[in-house]
């Protein structure tokens, strides 16, 4: 692969990740409850430091599947907790 192409498939492949990244955030800011909106904001934040300089292929790869994963889990259970709502706390 050439230069030319190895920098297309990065842009492409950053593109995706930070698509996915979010995608993720919007999810997690769905959620009613203050504490869940907070927890998965940071887990999903922290979750991307932790892995962004990730540089085997194939890790990316499965990093990204498992994170289009949770993005399913996050939409379903977010749609979840805006069925059973519960008063505002304090800090909202």
């Given amino acids: 692969m050439t230069a030319q192409a190895a920098a297309v498939v990065a842009a492409v492949s950053r593109t995706e990740k930070l698509a996915l990244y979010r995608a993720m955030l919007r999810a997690a800011r769905q959620f009613q ?47 979840v907790n805006q069925l059973y709502t519960t008063d505002k706390l304090v800090v909202e």
């Fill in 33 to 79: 409850s203050y504490n869940f909106r907070r927890y998965f904001v940071a887990r999903v934040q922290r979750g991307f430091r932790e892995r962004r300089d990730e540089t085997d292929p194939e890790r990316v790869v499965e990093l990204m599947q498992r994170g289009r994963h949770e993005l399913t889990m996050l939409r379903r259970q977010a749609l």
